[in-house]
Each structure stands twice: as C-alpha cells, then as structure tokens.
C-alpha cells in the first residue's frame, strides 16, 4: 500500500540522479539536488506512517507527535530545500565560481557510470538481507545507486563546488538508508544526519572561499601542486 | 614503607626529576643543579628499597589497577631485579653529577634541560623495568626507556650525524619493541595471564618462537652481533655522560630481558644453550676486532661494550649449559660471572666513557688522531681512565679479571666433565682468552693515542684538566673497581641469592666462596696493588730526582715532528689485517711512482660492516620497492575519492 506511494518517488529520485551527473550548469545541478533533498524529505513522514503498528493514517497521532513530526519534515525540507541551495548560491557569488561545471571523464560517461551503479546497486541489493515487513523493493537500491551517484560526482568534478553537490548527492542516498531503519534509529539520530550534512557544507563553502582566495578558481586541480 | 612502594617512589621521582628544571629559565645552572639534586634523591630512595628488600627478603608482588579498565599490573622485587637495579642507582647518579660540569646548563641552553629531563625519565623507566613482574607493566617502561634514549641520542640534533644516529637507534630500538611485544604476547597466549611465571607447556613451537624472540628483540638491545648496529653511531653522537648511561645500564637491559624471559623456561634444550654460547663468543670476538679498527674515540669505547655484552653472553651461555645439562655448579659459576660482569662493566664503561668525555671536553674532538700526551695535562683523568682501561682488559688486581676468571672456572669444569655434546662449549674459554688479549691490545692504542706521546694538535697541546665534578665520579668508579678487584668477597653474598634465584632448584645452594678461590685472588690482588703502587712510587721518586731532559733519540733526524707516531691506524694494522675478513677496512692507499712525489694522503677506516654491507642495502633495496607505492599519490583529490570508492565497493562485494 505504502510502497504505491514510495516507489514511484524513488524512481523519481533515481531519475534525478541522472539528470544530477550529466548537466553541466551549476544552477541547475544546486536547484535540483535540493528538488531531491525536498523529495526526499517529503517522505519522511509516509514512511514514518507506514511504519507505525496501528497505520491508520494521521489522525490516530497524538497531537504532540503529530506537531513533532510536522515540524521535523519542515526542518528537513527547510534546510534541504532552501538553506543549503541558499548556502551554495552564495559561495557562487561571492567565490566568483564560473556557472559551469566541468568533468574529468566527461557528461555522458557519468551519467553512463551512474547507470551501471544504478544496475548494480538493484542487483546487489537481491542479495542483502531484508527487514521483517518490508514491502518497498526500491528503497535499498535508490540508497545504494544514490550514494554511487554522490561517489562519480566526488570522483569526477573539477570544482570544488561540484564535490560538495557531490557530497550531498551522497547525503542524500544516506538519507533513504534512514527512511529504510526509521523504527530502529531514533529521530534525535536522524536529525543529527541533517545537521551534519549542514556541518558538511557549511565547512566545504569556507574551503570553497579559501580555495577561490588563494587561486584564481576554485578547482582542485590545483591542490596537486601541494602532494609531498 | 615495604620495598615495592619505595621502589615504585623512587622511579615516579626519578622521572619527575627533570620536570621543575624544565619550568625553569635556561640560563640558570640551578635548574639543573635541582634536578640533579632530585634525581639523587630518587635513586637514594632506590638503594633504600634495595636494602629494605636485603632485610625482608621477596615479598608478594604488589599488584595496582593500570589505567586501562579490567587490567591490573604489578611489580616485584627479587634478586635479578636488585642485581640490575644497583648499576642503574649507581651509574645514572654518577651520570647526572658529572653531567652538571660537562653538559652546563648555561653553555648548553638549547638542549641541557632536555637531556635533565629524558636522563631522569630514562632511570625511571629503567628501574620499573626491572622490577615489573608483568608483560604489560614491562612493555610501558620499555618504550619509556626507548623514547627518553631516542631524545638524549637526538641531543645535539643541529649536526646530521646525529640525526642519522637517532634514527638508526629509534628503528632498531623499535624492532626490539615488536619482539617484546610478540614475547609477552605469546606469555599471555601459553600462560592466560601477563603475569611473569614459568611457562605452563615448554618444548610448543609458540615457547620456541617466545625464546627466539626474546633472545633477537632483546639482543638488539644489548647489542649481541649482527643486532648491534645501531650502538657505535648512538654511543659516538649522545653526550658523553648519557653514552656511560647507555653503555653502562642501558644495554644491560637487554640482558636483563634475556635473562628473565630464561626463568620463564622450566627445562632449557642444550642446543639453546650452545647457541647462546656461540653468539657470545663471536660477539666478544668481533666487537673488540671492531674496536681495534676505530679511531673515534666513544666508537672505539662503544664497539668494547658489544665486547662486554658478548662476555656477559658467555656467561649466559654457561648458565644455560648448566640448566641444561643439569649440571647446577656449571649453572652457579655462570650465572655469577655474568651478573659480577654487568656490574663491572656497568662500572669500568661509564668510568671510560666519563674519561673520554673530559678528553672530549678538553680538546674538542672525538678522533684520537688529534689527540696525544695528555697525560701531562690532565693526569686525574688520566690516572682514573687507566684504571678503566686495565679494568676492562681483565687484568688483576682489578674487577674485570674476578668476573672473567669466575666464567673461565665455569668453562674449565665443563672441559673435564665427562659429558662428551657440552664439551664442545669448551671452545668459548680459548675464545674468551682472544677476547682478553684483543681487549689488551685494543686500550693499549686508546691510552697510548690519547694520553702518551706528544700532542698531535693544537687544542692538544692546550688542554686542561677536567674540574672536580667531572672528576669525583671517575674517582668514585675507579674506587668501586678496585674494591670488587681486591675484595671480591663483597659481592658474593648478592651474587649467592641471584645465582639461587635464577637456577630455580633452591635444594642445591652453592656459596660462591666455597666454588671459587676469592681469597686467594685477593690476595693476588693485593699483592700486585702493592707492587705496583711500590714500584710506581719508586720510578716517581727516581723520576723526580734527576728528570731527563731533551728529545727521544730520533735516529739521528732533525725535525722530528708528532705526526711521525704511530697513528691510529698504523697501530692497529696488524690487527685490522688479520680480520679484515670481518671488518673489511676501508683503504686508500696512494700508488708513489714518481721520484719527487707531490703531496698524498693515506686514509684507512673500518665501517660497521654490518650495517654498510647488509643492513643499509637491503633497506635501499625495500625502500625501492616501496617506492612503486608512490604512483598512487597523484595528489589529486579526485583521485583520492576514487581509492576510497574503490575499497568501499570492495568491501561491500567482499565477504
């Protein structure tokens, strides 16, 4: 029944991924690694219903964990949707970072090696073992072919700004683990996932600005004059 | 107070010892003078829970909660423990008071709070050493030892040299560690408990593998050969005092390892036994023929400890033939001779290295090839490192003549036993008689290059004695030589207990006084003191009525000049030649062909051979092969990722 719901938005998700490894132009790639963060975030609460032992929708919530749980996916999204983009949009400005990623290995390998991580992660998840009750198929493998995504953007990018979308790409991966094991992880748990993240780019943008103050771009290709 | 508390005092304060000095200014004598003060007082503590323990005899260990949760470590006092710990009171207190004139805090500002600092951790280490009675409580003082020996051999760390030395001590020091730690690994493994005991099964591979370790791990640290290599570079480049330190406490703790790990063993094989036996005697062999070769001074000194140690190993050796055998009298004169030996060694190489370091102080420099007639100059000096040098030759009426003849007793008894496989040991007392007359030949070049003949140098010529804190510990050593030469009998109640303690079989006690002649050798000894003494005065007295003037005759050529004596080389050319096939001297030796020859130069040096031809290649080589590693460090960040993508993958698909 849930999974009617969380599958499809996986799929979504999935998509997304492509769409996140073969475009080149950096405001799109930061507007739609947040439309994941949203997505995602959005699904907090479903699978937190669909989890519960009586799931007969919300209106068997007490009115507390229903005012916790609303304002738990609004911090998710809020920071996922808004203040990470907002976050990122200004290190473009004031980093004065060109508009455009560029890959090592080019576009369309990524998106090819995204695909193969894709494929594999689905094959490899028949192999793992699986929670008692678990009706969604395609939450392991998006966590899985998600992570790889966020690893071939890590691998991949020239900027360093291109790593840090990288980075949270990964996240965001991390993140479905977390839907997937919400009844065993505690929420303060899940919460602290987020705030790390936020942690994460908070410290990437202040590398960012250094980056770009010492070299003219910010591009780690530079850091290799640094080996030994 | 029982003696453990007192002991355990005593290293807290000795380690401590350098800690006010290092708050205060570096200008200040004081802070040095305050730290000398503290480590006094600890090892005065020290002898204190020595005599306690002589009083009260061994009580139970006394076990305290380590700072790791569920362990507990404990220490404990016995006879082997006091045999090792009175060197270390001793040497390292002469040690820091000859170190407040030689290494003044005020001419030494960079370093001389340091070398105050690691020298009192290095005691402390070194006392709790001796007196831990677990693996773990022993491996946490081992590497304390280590790493104060690593900063007081990295001293003077603006000169390459030492550098390199440090280095070269830090690895094999290292190596040592790995083996102690794989020793008392396999404790815990046969017995379920770090607790030094006897092993629960002998004759495993593991007890085996435990022996082997100990005897490797342990002698790099004492510097049994070819495990000796890091010695002659770290002995040459620490000051001189912490170089007595070292030579004199430092490896014995090596020994010290072997030596425990040995009371572990119910039954010792007999091949052990002669293996340890063999190691010995080339050990003793080779150090001294090493030592021969060198014209560094604290090389030269240092290359005699690898000798010591190789005597000491000797006596091991016997010991372990006894226990092997069964022969508990073989066992008792072994275990004396080398217990009297580390003393004495411990005695005669700090006096040494401290006359070499007020030689050094004077004249600036470690080659003896500058050095010369500085006997006029500095005669206490002289005087005290005479006495060293007879000392170690083991020649009456001395100290180093009772411990070798106790060994040489131990190995005449094993030629007219009837047992036919330990008669092959027999070859070790002619090898210690080689050992004697090498040593011989050996201090007779380092005395007679350093403090007969003329001046080779300048600074030679302008030197000065040595001032009285410098002086009052040769003295005080020099003393302590002759009475273990002329009494030996001081010893043998200590040496009674030990020797009791190491064989395990308490039924069979032996008095050292009924085993071996002491009377007479003090007699002998006193005999010759007086002769001597006699003699010297007479000569003094002739000498001083009718002084001689004027040149040696110098056959009739007329500017004779102090680069035409015998040089360090030349002296030891012979000797060098003859095992050449170990020492493998370097020689360059210029080819004359014309009749009016320009200006040449001769040059000949014996490196260790050890290190230079098997050590060093084979650590190029690995370092060589190591280096293919480096392709992996693109230094690009990308690149980075990528490895840690790659071990992720794998470890998801690996299982």
């Known amino acids: ?228 | 107070m029982t003696s453990h508390e007192l002991i355990l005092a005593s290293a807290l304060l000795a380690v401590l010892s350098g800690v006010p000095a290092a708050l205060l200014s570096k200008r200040s004598n004081m802070s040095q003078a305050l730290a000398t003060l503290i480590l006094l007082c600890a090892n005065g503590i020290g002898l204190l829970a020595v005599y306690r323990w002589w009083v009260d005899g061994a009580i139970a260990p006394l076990s305290f909660p380590a700072p790791i949760p569920g362990v507990s470590v404990s220490v404990a006092i016995d006879a082997i423990s006091v045999c090792f710990l009175l060197p270390i009171l001793v040497v390292t207190s002469m040690a820091t008071i000859y170190g407040l004139q030689y290494w003044k805090q005020s001419e030494h500002e960079d370093n001389g709070r340091g070398v105050s600092l690691f020298l009192g951790a290095m005691t402390g280490a070194m006392t709790l050493i001796v007196v831990a009675h677990d693996g773990l409580m022993f491996l946490a003082a081992w590497e304390t030892m280590a790493i104060s020996g690593l900063f007081l051999v990295a001293t003077e760390d603006h000169i390459s040299e030492t550098r390199k030395a440090a280095w070269l001590y830090i690895a094999a020091s290292h190596f040592a560690t790995l083996c102690a730690f794989g020793v008392f690994a396999l404790l815990y493994a046969i017995n379920g408990s770090w607790d030094f005991d006897t092993l629960k099964t002998t004759g495993t591979p593991m007890a085996f593998a435990m022996a082997a370790l100990a005897f490797f791990g342990f002698g790099t640290k004492a510097g049994i050969m070819p495990m000796h290599i890091w010695l002659p570079s770290a002995h040459a480049q620490a000051p001189s005092h912490v170089s007595a330190v070292m030579s004199g406490v430092l490896l014995k703790m090596g020994v010290y390892g072997i030596v425990r790990v040995s009371t572990f063993y119910a039954e010792i094989p007999l091949s052990w036994a002669l293996f340890v036996l063999v190691m010995g005697t080339s050990t003793a062999i080779l150090g001294i023929a090493f030592a021969i070769g060198q014209q560094d001074i604290k090389r030269a000194l240092a290359y005699s400890s690898i000798e010591n140690i190789g005597i000491i190993t000797i006596g091991l050796g016997l010991a372990l033939l006894g226990r092997a055998t069964g022969q508990p009298q073989w066992a008792f004169l072994g275990v004396c001779g080398m217990i009297l030996h580390v003393w004495n060694h411990a005695l005669f190489k700090s006096l040494l290295f401290f006359g070499a370091g007020s030689v050094i102080h004077g004249v600036g420099t470690r080659d003896m090839e500058s050095m010369g007639g500085l006997s006029k100059h500095m005669p206490k000096t002289a005087t005290c490192f005479l006495v060293g040098a007879v000392a170690i030759c083991g020649l009456p009426p001395l100290n180093g003549f009772v411990s070798e003849i106790l060994i040489y007793l131990g190995l005449f008894r094993i030629a007219t036993s009837p047992e036919t496989l330990a008669s092959a040991a027999v070859f070790a007392a002619p090898g210690l008689a080689l050992v004697g007359a090498l040593a011989c030949a050996c201090f007779v070049k380092i005395y007679g290059l350093v403090f007969l003949g003329a001046p080779r140098s300048e600074h030679a010529a302008q030197t000065h004695e040595a001032g009285s804190a410098m002086c009052v510990p040769m003295m005080i050593l020099a003393g302590c030589c002759a009475l273990i030469g002329v009494v030996p009998l001081v010893a043998a109640p200590l040496l009674d207990r030990v020797a009791a303690g190491w064989n395990g079989d308490a039924a069979v006690a032996f008095k050292l006084i009924e085993e071996a002649p002491l009377q007479m050798l003090s007699v002998i000894a006193a005999l010759i003191a007086v002769l001597l003494l006699a003699g010297a005065g007479f000569l003094l007295m002739r000498g001083i009525r009718r002084a001689p003037s004027g040149l040696t005759w110098d056959c009739g050529y007329a500017a004779p000049s102090s680069r035409m004596q015998y040089s360090s080389s030349s002296f030891a050319e012979m000797l060098v030649k003859l095992f050449g096939w170990a020492l493998q001297p370097n020689v360059e030796r210029p080819k004359i062909t014309e009749l009016f020859p320009q200006n040449v130069e001769f040059d000949s040096h014996v490196n260790d051979t050890v290190l230079h031809k098997l050590v060093l290649p084979t650590t190029r080589a690995v370092t060589w092969c190591f280096s293919w590693g480096r392709y992996l460090q693109s230094g690009s960040l990308q690149a980075y990722l990528m490895y840690i993508l790659v071990v992720v993958v794998f470890l998801l698909l690996w299982r």
């Open chain 1, 1 to 228: 029944m849930i999974s009617t719901i969380v599958d499809p938005c996986m799929v979504l998700a999935l998509l997304l991924n492509f769409y996140i490894l073969g475009v080149s132009r950096l405001r799109t790639v930061i507007v739609v690694v947040a439309v994941q963060g949203v997505l995602l975030g959005l699904m907090y609460p479903i699978v937190h219903q669909g989890f519960l032992p009586q799931s007969g929708g919300l209106t068997t919530l007490s009115p507390l964990s229903l005012l916790r749980l609303v304002l738990l996916t609004a911090a998710i999204v809020g920071i996922k949707g808004i203040l990470i983009p907002k976050l990122l949009f200004q290190a473009v400005l004031l980093a004065d970072i060109r508009s455009t990623l560029s890959s090592v290995i080019g576009f369309v390998p990524s998106v090819l090696l995204g695909g193969i991580g894709a494929g594999a992660a689905l094959v490899f998840a028949q192999t793992l073992p699986q929670p008692e009750g678990h009706t969604m198929h395609l939450l392991i493998p998006a966590a899985l072919a998600t992570v790889l995504s966020g690893f071939v953007m890590l691998v991949t990018r020239r900027e360093a700004l291109g790593q840090v979308l990288g980075y949270i790409v990964m996240e965001n991966g991390i993140f479905i683990f977390g839907l997937l094991l919400i009844e065993a992880v505690p929420l303060l748990v899940e919460f602290g996932v987020v705030l790390d993240l936020f942690v994460g780019v908070f410290v990437m943008g202040i590398i960012v600005n250094h980056v770009s103050r010492a070299f003219p771009e910010a591009s780690t290709e530079h850091l290799r004059t640094l080996r030994e």
